[in-house]
Structure formats: structure tokens, C-alpha cells
């Protein structure tokens, strides 16, 4: 069949399988560009198809030569209609993988079960052996307790009082005023468990308890801080409540770990153009800020912020550098006194008639395709592929 974006209230409900390969080809070529990194050897990414944690397992494999082994819940193709995105770059990455050499094993499947841990662990143990690092990214907006079999659902919404802001449709290129109503105790609860550090935790106890959790291994989380535009609904609300949630797992983890050589981080990393963040309401703050530091030279995609982790914090042979709070700072480009000011100076006076100028929506359009698989030049997007 010919696919063709079909977008409906900015979600792109499809994928274009070579253009997917195409989105994973691109990133494998910068982690090989940009020059080994001594790093891991034997790698488990926990939400390994898209976003930070494809970027991480493209920088272990391409940067670092490393082993892998990714989890992630996708959805295959059919005759009638074409699979997610992340089916399709997982497809891609363990054919460029292989080709490299390079062990790649890919399990789809909910990474919030007991089942999916164990067959994880039985293939690391057949694969690999142990694993020396493990990336914690995964994104998905439902949970179900593996115990309780209770089902959450996270929100996006803010603590205490209603939040009231520009919001922008970058499809549409329009700006109009978006409400959020506070949440209540029942929805934060269910956002921390959901997005918070209990399943991270629950991953490492089953890692160590079979032991294939290598005695001086890393995990990494991430998650994002962003600006005092975006902090009435992430940081001080019902995300920033789960990602406080997530900090303290880590220190409980670290602290666990160093004991035999062991570390774990959070690593907060800057906002980047992702099926989410196209329907947050603070999607105005996220095309300015890409446009301003586009301008600076100084933006970056998840494979950049991935490959700057692993070579120039996790794995640049000293200590690693924490904030006072103990956590990794890749936003430190986005959070610059600069970057922030001029985006506020465009965020004062962006509204419909102005916005064009302000940010490069066809640019930022492009960005949105192209993570699922659209808008590249060198593909045919014409011809007739099977999903």
C-alpha cells in the first residue's frame, strides 16, 4: 500500500516502515561519526524503540560496541494498516545491528509485567551473560500493577490551582488559550505510578535477584525539569510529582549499588520533539525553544543528548558530574540565561499573526513527521510498501 501521514489532533496515527529505517539510519550514522566512547559492553534499554531510549541504544551499540538488549511494547503491522513506529525502528536497528556484527535482541512485550522481566533476564543470561549498564526510558501513559492487577493512568496537570497558558496547534500554526482544571489526589497518585521510579525499581531487584546485574553496573533514568513556563504543569505538577518520585528511587538504587561498584543517576535531558510533547499544552514553549537554539547552533535531538551523555558524562573516564541534587544535566543548553530569554521575548508577543516569524513551523512539522517515519527527501513516499 502507498502510506501517507494521517494526523488527528496532532497525533500521527501511523508509520512509514521505510522512512523509519531511514530515522534509524541517520542516528546509527551520527553515534559512528561522532567517534567511539569507552563505555558499556553489554547493555539493557528498558523502553528501547523510540525517543531517549532508541537514542541510548543506538550510542551503546555504534558509540560503544556494545551488546544489546531492548524491551519495549509496540504494535506490528497487518495487511490493512501499518505498526508503530518503534515496531518499525526496532526492525531497522537489529538489521543495522547485525550487519555491524553486533548482538542486538529486541522482546516487545508490557515491560511493567513479571513475565516480560524474566524473559528478559533468560535472554540476557543466554546472550549476554550480565549486563554493565541499564537504561530505564520508558514512556507509556498506562500501567498495570503486576501484583494488585490494578490499571493507572497518568495526567498532565497541575497541583493545586488551575493553570492557564498560550497553547499552540503547530499543525494548524494557531495559538489560543488552554485551561487545565488541578488534579486531584487519586490522579497524582496514579501519575507516580505510573511514571515515577517504582517499575525502575522493580527491574533492578529482579536483575540483581537473578543475578545478571554486573557487580560495577550503571542504570540511568531520565527525566525533564524544563523552564518557568513549563513548571506550573511539569515540575509542580502531577509529572513532577511522579519525576520527584523517580529522583528518590534513584538515590535508594545508588545507594544500594555502590555498595559493589554499582551507580545510578537520573539524568534530566531537554525537551525534544516527541508524540507527547505535540499535545502538551505548552507546546508553544517546545517549537520556540527549538527555533532559538536551532539559531544558536545549539540544538539537539534525543541521538545527541544520548551520545553527550555516554561521552561526556557517564563514560568520560572521571567522576561523574551531579548536580546538588545529585542528578545528570544534559538540559543545561536549553536552561542557558540566553536560550531562556529570547524565548520569553517570543512567548510575550507570539500570537496568530505573529508566530510565523517567531518560530519555523514547517521546520519544526518536519521534525514531527519524521519521527514516524515522514517527510524525508530520500524516500520514496509514492511507492507501494508493505506494512
Same mark, same amino acid.
Given at each position: @500500500?502507498?502510506?501517507?501521514?494521517?494526523?488527528?489532533?496532532?497525533?500521527?496515527?501511523?508509520?512509514?516502515?521505510?522512512?523509519?529505517?531511514?530515522?534509524?539510519?541517520?542516528?546509527?550514522?551520527?553515534?559512528?561519526?561522532?567517534?567511539?566512547?569507552?563505555?558499556?559492553?553489554?547493555?539493557?534499554?528498558?523502553? /528501547?524503540?523510540?525517543?531517549?531510549?532508541? /537514542? &541510548?541504544?543506538?550510542?551503546?551499540? =555504534?558509540?560503544?560496541?556494545?551488546?544489546?538488549?531492548?524491551?519495549?511494547?509496540?504494535?506490528?503491522? &497487518?495487511?490493512?494498516?501499518?505498526?508503530?513506529?518503534?515496531?518499525?525502528?526496532?526492525?531497522?536497528? $537489529?538489521?543495522?545491528?547485525?550487519?555491524?556484527?553486533?548482538?542486538?535482541?529486541?522482546?516487545?512485550? $508490557?515491560?511493567?509485567?513479571?513475565? %516480560?522481566?524474566?524473559?528478559?533476564? +533468560?535472554?540476557?543470561?543466554?546472550?549476554?551473560?550480565?549486563?554493565?549498564?541499564?537504561?530505564?526510558?520508558?514512556?507509556?501513559?498506562?500501567?498495570?500493577?503486576?501484583? &494488585?492487577?490494578?490499571?493507572?493512568?497518568?495526567?498532565?496537570?497541575?497541583?493545586?490551582?488551575?493553570?492557564?497558558?498560550? *497553547?499552540? !496547534? =503547530? @499543525?494548524?500554526? +494557531?495559538?489560543?488559550?488552554?485551561?487545565?482544571?488541578?488534579?486531584?489526589?487519586?490522579?497524582?497518585?496514579?501519575?507516580?505510578?505510573? @511514571?515515577?521510579?517504582?517499575?525502575? *525499581?522493580?527491574?533492578?531487584?529482579?536483575?540483581?535477584?537473578?543475578?545478571?546485574?554486573? +557487580?560495577?553496573?550503571?542504570?540511568?533514568?531520565?527525566?525533564? %525539569?524544563?523552564? +518557568?513556563?513549563?513548571?506550573?504543569?511539569?515540575?509542580?505538577?502531577?509529572?513532577?510529582?511522579?519525576? $520527584?518520585?523517580?529522583?528518590?528511587?534513584?538515590?535508594?538504587?545508588?545507594?544500594?549499588?555502590?555498595?559493589?561498584? /554499582?551507580?545510578?543517576?537520573? &539524568?534530566?535531558?531537554?525537551?525534544?520533539?516527541?508524540?507527547? *510533547?505535540?499535545?502538551?499544552?505548552?507546546?508553544?514553549? =517546545?517549537?520556540?525553544?527549538?527555533?532559538?537554539?536551532?539559531?544558536?547552533?545549539?540544538?539537539?535531538?534525543?541521538?545527541?543528548?544520548?551520545?553527550?551523555?555516554?561521552?561526556?558524562?557517564?563514560?568520560?573516564?572521571?567522576?561523574?558530574?551531579?548536580?546538588?541534587?545529585?542528578?545528570?544535566?544534559?538540559? $543545561?543548553?536549553?536552561?542557558?540565561?540566553?536560550?531562556?530569554?529570547?524565548?520569553?521575548?517570543?512567548?510575550?508577543?507570539? !500570537?496568530? !499573526?505573529?508566530?510565523?516569524?517567531?518560530?519555523?513551523?514547517?521546520?519544526?512539522?518536519?521534525?514531527?513527521?519524521?519521527?514516524?517515519?515522514?517527510?524525508?527527501?530520500?524516500?520514496?513516499?509514492?511507492?507501494?510498501?508493505?506494512?
Amino acid at each position: @500500500m502507498v502510506i501517507k501521514p494521517m494526523i488527528r489532533n496532532r497525533i500521527c496515527m501511523n508509520a512509514h516502515p521505510v522512512g523509519c529505517r531511514e530515522y534509524v539510519r541517520r542516528q546509527v550514522e551520527y553515534a559512528k561519526n561522532s567517534g567511539p566512547i569507552d563505555g558499556p559492553k553489554r547493555v539493557l534499554v528498558i523502553g /528501547g524503540s523510540t525517543g531517549y531510549g532508541l /537514542g &541510548s541504544r543506538v550510542v551503546a551499540a =555504534f558509540g560503544c560496541r556494545a551488546a544489546t538488549v531492548s524491551v519495549a511494547f509496540e504494535k506490528e503491522g &497487518s495487511a490493512k494498516r501499518s505498526g508503530t513506529a518503534g515496531w518499525y525502528n526496532t526492525i531497522a536497528f $537489529d538489521e543495522f545491528a547485525h550487519k555491524a556484527g553486533l548482538t542486538a535482541i529486541s522482546i516487545n512485550g $508490557d515491560a511493567f509485567s513479571h513475565e %516480560i522481566k524474566q524473559q528478559t533476564i +533468560e535472554a540476557i543470561r543466554e546472550h549476554l551473560g550480565s549486563v554493565d549498564l541499564v537504561v530505564y526510558s520508558v514512556a507509556s501513559p498506562v500501567r498495570t500493577d503486576p501484583d &494488585s492487577g490494578e490499571m493507572y493512568r497518568s495526567v498532565l496537570k497541575p497541583i493545586g490551582r488551575p493553570f492557564t497558558a498560550k *497553547s499552540l !496547534d =503547530f @499543525m494548524k500554526g +494557531e495559538i489560543s488559550e488552554t485551561r487545565l482544571e488541578p488534579a486531584d489526589e487519586e490522579e497524582i497518585e496514579a501519575t507516580r505510578k505510573v @511514571m515515577g521510579g517504582e517499575d525502575w *525499581s522493580l527491574w533492578i531487584d529482579a536483575l540483581e535477584q537473578a543475578g545478571v546485574f554486573a +557487580e560495577n553496573a550503571t542504570s540511568v533514568a531520565y527525566s525533564y %525539569i524544563g523552564s +518557568e513556563r513549563t513548571r506550573a504543569v511539569y515540575r509542580e505538577g502531577t509529572i513532577g510529582k511522579a519525576k $520527584d518520585h523517580l529522583e528518590r528511587t534513584a538515590e535508594e538504587l545508588h545507594g544500594r549499588m555502590v555498595q559493589y561498584g /554499582g551507580q545510578a543517576y537520573v &539524568s534530566v535531558n531537554k525537551a525534544v520533539v516527541t508524540r507527547s *510533547s505535540a499535545v502538551i499544552p505548552v507546546g508553544l514553549y =517546545f517549537v520556540l525553544l527549538s527555533d532559538v537554539m536551532q539559531s544558536k547552533g545549539l540544538d539537539e535531538g534525543c541521538i545527541e543528548q544520548c551520545y553527550r551523555l555516554f561521552a561526556q558524562r557517564l563514560y568520560a573516564g572521571k567522576e561523574i558530574p551531579v548536580d546538588d541534587q545529585g542528578r545528570i544535566r544534559i538540559d $543545561d543548553w536549553e536552561l542557558r540565561d540566553d536560550v531562556q530569554a529570547e524565548v520569553d521575548r517570543r512567548w510575550e508577543i507570539a !500570537d496568530n !499573526d505573529t508566530i510565523h516569524q517567531l518560530a519555523d513551523l514547517e521546520e519544526y512539522r518536519k521534525q514531527f513527521l519524521n519521527i514516524h517515519g515522514f517527510g524525508y527527501d530520500n524516500v520514496d513516499y509514492e511507492a507501494d510498501v508493505t506494512p
